[in-house]
């Protein structure tokens, strides 16, 4: 019987992988990371991998495969918590006008790193919120960095999506 529950468990969390799972970004956990080492300024360059979305919402244009942006990142490491701050970017969507990206959530004594943010923009003709899940890993001790961004973006037209970033970041 428990081997049942386990796999009714085991499958209920499979048929729940995908859109219909919302990742709280808001509050993400500490890592147990010591120190300061990771904090910096860094290149950053991200690419376009997949998208699920429309190559345009109520008349804004959305990010599709192979798009790319470079920017400064800044991080800020405080034992196990870990914050990334995108300067303002006019190519990248969610970095425009004056608009910075910023994530924060936890680092792992082994260089991995867990960090997310939610964004909304009210725009004249269209709302829409981007919820931002970023795994990456330390590199080169921690000189670089490197991993993946999900953003889930909702629109108030019932637009429902995702776009998967790759990024890499060299400390400047």
Same mark, same amino acid.
């Given at each position: 019987m428990k081997r049942i529950a386990t796999l009714a468990a085991l499958l209920a969390l499979?048929? $729940?992988c995908g859109q219909d799972v919302v990742i709280n970004v808001d509050s993400m956990p500490w890592g147990n990371a010591a120190g300061t080492a990771a904090s910096g300024t860094f290149s950053y360059n991200e690419v376009?991998? &997949? $998208? $699920?979305c429309p190559s345009a919402i109520m008349g804004y244009d959305v990010p599709s495969v192979t798009?790319? =942006?470079?920017t400064t990142?800044?991080?800020?490491? &405080?034992?196990?918590?870990l914050e990334m701050f995108l300067a303002p970017n006019t190519q990248r969507p969610v970095c425009q006008a004056g608009v910075a990206c910023w994530f924060d959530g936890g680092i792992? =004594?082994?260089g991995n790193f867990r960090i997310g943010g939610t964004y909304?923009?009210?725009g004249p003709s269209v709302d829409l919120s981007l919820i931002n899940l970023v795994d990456g890993r330390f590199t080169e001790g921690v000189d670089a960095f490197e991993g993946w961004i999900q953003t889930r973006v909702q629109a108030s037209d019932g637009t429902d999506c995702e776009i998967r970033f790759e990024f890499?970041?060299?400390r400047m």
């Amino acid at each position: 019987m428990k081997r049942i529950a386990t796999l009714a468990a085991l499958l209920a969390l499979t048929a $729940s992988c995908g859109q219909d799972v919302v990742i709280n970004v808001d509050s993400m956990p500490w890592g147990n990371a010591a120190g300061t080492a990771a904090s910096g300024t860094f290149s950053y360059n991200e690419v376009v991998t &997949e $998208s $699920s979305c429309p190559s345009a919402i109520m008349g804004y244009d959305v990010p599709s495969v192979t798009d790319t =942006w470079s920017t400064t990142a800044t991080l800020t490491q &405080e034992e196990g918590s870990l914050e990334m701050f995108l300067a303002p970017n006019t190519q990248r969507p969610v970095c425009q006008a004056g608009v910075a990206c910023w994530f924060d959530g936890g680092i792992y =004594w082994h260089g991995n790193f867990r960090i997310g943010g939610t964004y909304y923009w009210v725009g004249p003709s269209v709302d829409l919120s981007l919820i931002n899940l970023v795994d990456g890993r330390f590199t080169e001790g921690v000189d670089a960095f490197e991993g993946w961004i999900q953003t889930r973006v909702q629109a108030s037209d019932g637009t429902d999506c995702e776009i998967r970033f790759e990024f890499t970041g060299t400390r400047m």
